[in-house]
């Protein structure tokens, strides 16, 4: 796939975000900053303080899934003592370990209300506010393998990275002005901005591709 690659100011792009978490009193005002006033309501209720325990319990819940597909697999793949046990066994417990997967129910739930968060589409708007405005004017195509790209969050329910969720929950629970910039912007995920390079002051972002 291909994205764009740009130099930036990271001191440029940390006091935007900065300057834009510090609007938490007057959502008016940071609506119109971040150019998203037509979806003031996301704005008004992602700067007030809300809950997301609900995070802990859905990344404490994939690890559980996780640690029984990792048994099923080693049952399946003759890795586990069980093996010792014979056939039938073997089959009855690889029955039982498909059951308990089952019961976990839909696992596309846990990040889909993530995502829904106001506070999350908001912090996502500024880190993309950031990236418009730190930009040196040398944007270029690169292609990338897509596996090759880092998403924070998506890694986070796939590796169900207990350790990272609380560091997520911790920060998204504080008030707006409190987050930490370079969390939002290197530990985060925007609609378009894609990573933040602070060593190498490079940004990647998404952008329309060019017609053929």
């Known amino acids: 796939m291909h994205i764009i690659a740009a130099s930036f100011d ?9 300057e834009v978490l510090a609007l938490g009193d007057s959502p008016e005002r940071l ?14 209720q992602g700067v007030v303080n809300s809950s997301f325990k609900r995070l802990m319990a859905d990344i404490n819940k994939l690890k ?6 990792k048994q099923l697999d080693e049952v399946k793949t003759d890795k586990s ?15 039982k370990l498909e059951e308990d997967l089952r019961k ?4 596309i739930e846990a990040p889909r ?9 908001l912090l996502s708007a500024i880190r993309d506010y950031a990236l418009d405005g730190s930009q040196q004017g040398d944007a270029a195509w690169i292609e990338v393998e897509e596996d090759n790209l880092v998403f924070p969050i998506v890694n986070m329910y796939e590796q169900a990275d207990q350790a990272f969720a609380q560091s997520v929950v911790s920060q998204l629970e504080r008030p707006l002005k409190d987050i930490d910039t370079k969390f939002v912007l290197e530990k985060f995920e925007g ?10 002051g490079v940004a990647t972002y998404y952008t329309p591709a060019p017609s053929s």
């Open 113 to 121: 209300w993530f995502y829904k968060q106001p506070r999350v589409q």
């Open 31 to 44: 609506g119109e900053k971040l150019g998203i006033t037509r979806d003031l309501d996301i704005v008004k």
């Open 191 to 200: 609609n378009r901005s894609i990573t933040f390079d602070f060593e190498k």
């Open 64 to 69: 559980q899934y996780k640690e029984v597909e």
């Open 10 to 18: 990271p001191e440029a792009a940390l006091t935007r975000t900065r």
């Open 104 to 107: 976990f129910g839909s696992l």
């Open 81 to 95: 003592m069980l093996r010792f046990l014979g056939a039938s066994f073997k089959e009855k417990q690889i029955a």
